[in-house]
Every structure is written in C-alpha cells, then in structure tokens.
C-alpha cells in the first residue's frame, strides 16, 4: 500500500489567499484524522472524520478553516482566508477499525508557508 | 484535563547510552497509550504502545514503564543509536478514539 498520500508537499502562498490540502486515506481505512504541528503549539488534533462524517471539529481554530470528506478515498482541508499565523506542518492520518486504539498511519504532511 | 505533559523537550545521549522520555497526564479516562517517532521531514510512526492494566511493555530496545497511581508513563531506549534520533511524542488515547500528543522530544544520539 502506499500510505497516507498528502498534496502538495510544499505550499507558499500570500496572506489573504486559499489554500487548499489534500489527502488520500489507506483504503479500507475508515477514520481520518487532521493535524496541525508547529514548533509552539505541538501536535494539534484540528477535526477528525469516522465514515466520511465529521465527529469532532472542536480543534479547528476558526472560520477560516473547513474541512470535507466526500468520499471514503479523499479529504480536503480548506483555509481561507490565509494568514501568517496559519504557516505550519499540516498532517493527514487515517485509521482503520481493526487497528489497536492508538494506531493512526500519518501521511507525509504539507508545509504551509503564508507570506 | 485532556493535556499531555513531556520532558524534557530535548536529550542529547551517547551512543549505547540509555534515553529516558517522560510523560505524564491527568484525565483518568484516557485507555490506550502510544509513543510516535518522527524524523525531519515525515510524519510520525506508530513505535510502541501499552494499555493502562500493564505496567511495562517491551519491544526490542524500546520499554515503556507505566505508573497508573502517579499518572505517569515513560520510554526508556536502551544501547541508543545514531539512527534513534528522532522527535519522539507520547500520547494518550480517549474513547472518543482521539489521540492527545505530548509536546515531543528532539533526541540526538551522538556516535
């Protein structure tokens, strides 16, 4: 399998612009998680999805963010507007059902860069 | 409540040394605690894990020793090596299957 696929890698844009995530789940995964890490604030859980709906979005911190899972295999998240503040290391991981509690299989993560 | 608190935030060892991570946290209700490894420029990969009715669980050169009364977990690497270096995030698992990270902890291992 090829793992938790995440595009783009590297994404620099200008304040006041969208920016768009993308991530693709192990198939037969079932639950998809977003983070943010940052060198201040860590790993931060932003929403989590379990069968494509969203069950927590308690750690998105504002408005500007969304995020959706139309289907099974794909999930966005969304920022927009962009602003410096939001420059980070976005992580995608997906779990599946049967995994041990604990077990998410994390994807190569986007650096955000908001100028 | 739902914090998990790690030190130190770095650790310099020599090699064949011994690394000691610590962990601790506060709410009760967390059943399920991994440790994640992360080297520069990928994401973190599940390394070991323990349940709360276990008091060590050992993985190779990897041991994590809980201590359920004092709320306290650690990772002990033994014989570390330059290839251990790594950020290393403790967690904890709730119900609502949502994993809470530590802060992490740079380790270098120098040869």
């Known amino acids: 399998d090829a793992g938790v696929i995440q595009s783009p890698r590297h994404e620099v844009t200008e304040m006041g612009q969208e920016v768009t995530l993308r991530c693709k789940p192990i198939?037969?995964?079932?639950?998809l998680f977003w983070y943010r890490q940052t060198m201040m604030r860590g790993l931060e859980l932003l929403i989590y999805?379990?069968?494509?709906?969203?069950?927590?979005d308690s750690g998105m911190p504002e408005d500007r963010f969304s995020a959706k899972m139309p289907n099974a295999s794909f999930s966005t998240l969304k920022i927009q507007p962009s602003e410096p503040r939001d420059s980070a290391v976005y992580f995608c991981?997906?779990?599946?059902?049967?995994?041990?509690?604990?077990?998410?299989?994390f994807g190569p993560g986007t650096r955000l860069t908001v100028t | 409540q739902q914090q998990v608190k790690q030190s130190p935030q770095s650790l310099i060892v020599q090699k064949g040394g011994i690394s000691i991570i610590n962990c601790a946290y506060e709410?009760?209700?967390?059943?399920?605690f991994p440790w994640y490894q992360q080297f520069p420029g990928k994401g973190p990969a599940l390394l070991i894990a323990?349940?709360?009715?276990?008091s060590e669980k050992k993985e190779g050169r990897f041991t994590i020793s809980f201590n359920k009364s004092a709320k306290q977990f650690s990772l002990h690497i033994m014989d570390s090596q330059p290839g251990d270096s790594a950020t290393y995030f403790c967690?904890?698992?709730?119900?609502?299957?949502?994993?809470?990270f530590g802060g992490g902890t740079r380790l270098m291992v120098k040869p």
């Open positions: 967690a904890a698992h709730n119900a609502g299957n949502m994993l809470t």
């Open positions: 991981a997906s779990r599946s059902l049967s995994a041990s509690r604990g077990e998410q299989y």
């Open positions: 999805f379990n069968n494509n709906v969203p069950i927590d």
């Open positions: 198939s037969g995964h079932n639950s």
């Open positions: 323990i349940r709360p009715d276990v």
């Open positions: 709410n009760t209700a967390f059943d399920y």
